[in-house]
């Protein structure tokens, strides 16, 4: 019964918890997604960080054990190296593991990551759970701040209309209510994908067109040479964001969104 | 003198119990980390959690499907009288993609919390639930469909299953094309026949299920035999024809949908794990069923193993259901060509 009402909170909330209570005291941490590594080293706890992800490509934690990807970690990895805190980003694909995880004695703290706000409760709460509690609430007003003068400055610009890019074949671009959205809008751009619900939401070429956009922006990879990355769009400005700041939902945010700000002015993209 | 199909059942199972013994051992002792079997034993940890909670029932868990793919494969075999046939000939396996597909699709609506919560309540997740559902579900279908004037008709019923595979893979592309890609991709990966680890209630239910079905396909062994001679010819020698293949068409689907629920679509085992075992040991079902229940155990858990070694160093394993035919068709056309 009590599994039955833990998943249907489960279901309602962003965040959740499984397996045995975290300690007070949390020393050693291993993270399942390049994102939460990175909300842990902005907290200044690099140190307690013991493995992370075969995707994490962050310098500071090059040295370190890989527990495998976000959807397999291997749990025999992760329990040889004794973490008292495992973080997770919810998602179907790997309940599973995560679950098994919970029930070999883990302690798992799992965080949406899909808007922004869930991106600043995740900092905040990693922060308390840390015991570092008023560094998450930095992480949080630095991006907070750190938006407010982009939005500032964009009042005074141009507003124009711009498609984000996150996948050519087929499209995927981002939508208005996902932490690329939101940025974008503090950029002051209009959001040519419209109202799509998801965060990143499949687009047809077609309507891409007749959204008009006045830049394409594609986010972290390189279209493929030789023909338009979106026929039928002769007048819009492409570039290319090779940063790949904007793809990890953590304090890179910050530095993703001057760089979309770059690009959408026309400046040599990061 | 020819000894009994009793006889010769225990002389097979005990010529394969060495190889299943082998089998766990392989599996117990391969794993991402070096595990000290004394300090296991002692309680020590990690070593106790690594083997009694992750290894043991990982090796529980490619048992019971390895036994059940192969006991239903020699059954849905026979039934069909078709060398063909595999576990999922009557639809399952696109019953159990359309279901994964459809749990992704409703995850966050007011459906996809209900589902999570049944799931949840038999221990199983959506995926899993889902899954097992739509496979169940569908080999209904299949099978009642492949009936005309009160009876199964083989070759109508694999025509149907053979379609009705071929439409719910291209329902779960157009899917696809509809949900978030990413997500659809990584549970249909999952489907591709993936070994997890199952809580313990989960695992013993397994089990029972799949015992449960192989004895009451063992207990028709005989009759298997006689469908061979045809419909007529059975029922000339006194088989009531409908009520065998009923009767093993639902022991067949039962540990069909258990190993559905647990690992999704592990192919190969359920086609070719009978074959192997009948060009060893004969074609009668008396001998064959038990054989392939222990030969498909092993094979399963030894496959796992290799699946888990095979990546190491990239920190990731390809899902059991490729492995199985990567493994197995060498070894299978190999024992082809030394019998023949």
Redesign the interface.
């Known amino acids: 019964m009590t599994r039955v009402f833990a998943l249907l909170l489960a279901a309602a909330l962003t965040r959740q918890h499984l397996g045995p209570p975290v300690p007070a005291q949390v020393r050693r941490v291993v993270t399942l997604a390049p994102s939460l590594s990175e909300i842990v080293l902005a907290l200044g706890a690099g140190d307690r960080l013991v493995g992370v992800t075969r995707f994490d490509d962050d310098p500071r934690v090059a040295a370190l054990p890989r527990v495998g990807g976000y959807n397999d970690p291997e749990p025999e990895t992760v329990l040889g190296l004794h973490p008292d805190l495992v973080i997770a980003q919810p998602a179907p694909e790997n309940r599973g593991p995560v679950e098994t995880l919970a029930r070999i004695g883990i302690p798992v703290e799992a965080f949406a990551l899909d808007d922004l706000k869930e991106v600043e409760d995740a900092m905040e709460q990693i922060g308390a759970l840390l015991g570092v509690p008023e560094r998450g609430r930095a992480l949080r007003d630095e991006l907070e701040r750190h938006r407010a003068g982009v939005r500032a400055e964009a009042a005074k610009g141009p507003r124009r209309r711009a498609l984000l890019v996150f996948g050519l074949d087929p499209l995927v671009v981002a939508g208005p209510r996902g932490f690329a959205g939101e940025l974008l809008r503090d950029t002051g751009a209009v959001n040519a994908a419209g109202d799509a619900e998801r965060p990143f939401a499949r687009m047809s070429v077609e309507a891409a067109v007749r959204a008009q956009p006045d830049v394409v922006v594609i986010c972290g990879f390189e279209p493929p040479p030789g023909r338009p990355a979106i026929p039928g769009l002769p007048r819009a400005r492409v570039t290319t964001l090779r940063s790949t700041a904007l793809l990890h939902p953590g304090p890179r945010l910050a530095e993703g969104l001057d760089d979309l700000v770059a690009a959408l002015r026309g400046k040599r993209a990061p | 003198m020819r000894r009994s199909a009793a006889v010769r059942a225990a002389i097979a199972l005990l010529a394969l119990a060495p190889l299943f013994a082998l089998a766990v051992g392989v599996g117990l002792s391969l ?3 070096t595990l000290s079997l004394s300090a296991a034993l002692r309680g020590v940890e ?1 070593d106790a ?2 083997l009694f ?3 043991i029932p990982r090796v529980v868990l490619a048992a019971i499907v390895g036994a059940g793919l192969s006991v239903a494969g020699v059954a849905l075999q026979a039934l069909l009288r078709n060398p063909l046939a595999d576990p999922f000939v009557f639809g399952l396996s696109g019953g159990a993609a359309i279901g994964a597909a459809l ?2 699709a409703v ?2 609506t007011a459906l ?2 209900a589902g ?2 049944a799931a ?2 038999i ?1 199983l ?3 899993q639930f889902a899954a097992v559902l739509g496979s169940l579900a569908a080999s209904v279908l299949v099978f009642t469909l492949g009936r005309a004037r009160g009876r199964l008709h083989p070759e109508r019923a694999l025509l149907v299953g053979v379609v009705f595979n071929s439409f719910a893979s291209a329902l779960v592309i157009a899917l696809e ?2 949900l ?2 990413e ?1 659809t991709q ?2 249909l990966l ?1 489907l591709a026949g993936t070994l ?2 199952e ?1 313990q209630p989960v695992l013993v239910a397994a089990g029972a299920v799949v015992l449960v079905a192989a004895a009451i396909l063992t207990a028709l062994a005989g009759r298997l035999n006689l469908l061979a001679l045809g419909d007529e010819g059975a029922a000339a020698l006194g088989v009531d024809v409908e009520r065998t293949r009923l009767l093993s068409f639902f022991a067949a689907s039962a540990a069909v949908g258990a190993a559905v629920a647990l690992t999704g679509l592990v192919g190969f085992v359920g086609l070719v794990v009978p074959h192997a075992v009948r060009l060893v040991a004969g074609p009668d079902h008396r001998v064959v069923l038990p054989a392939s229940a222990l030969g498909g155990a092993a094979f399963l858990v030894l496959a796992d193993a290799i699946a888990r070694m095979l990546f190491r160093g ?4 390809p899902p059991v259901g490729a492995v199985t035919a990567l493994l197995g068709a060498p070894l299978f056309v190999l024992l082809l060509r030394r019998r023949t």
């Open positions: 794993g991402a980390g990690p959690t690594v909670r992750l290894r749990s992704v995850t966050g996809g919390v999570v919560s949840g309540w221990g997740l959506p995926t094309a509809v978030a890609p997500k990584a549970v999952w997890g680890y809580p990239l920190g990731t394993e």
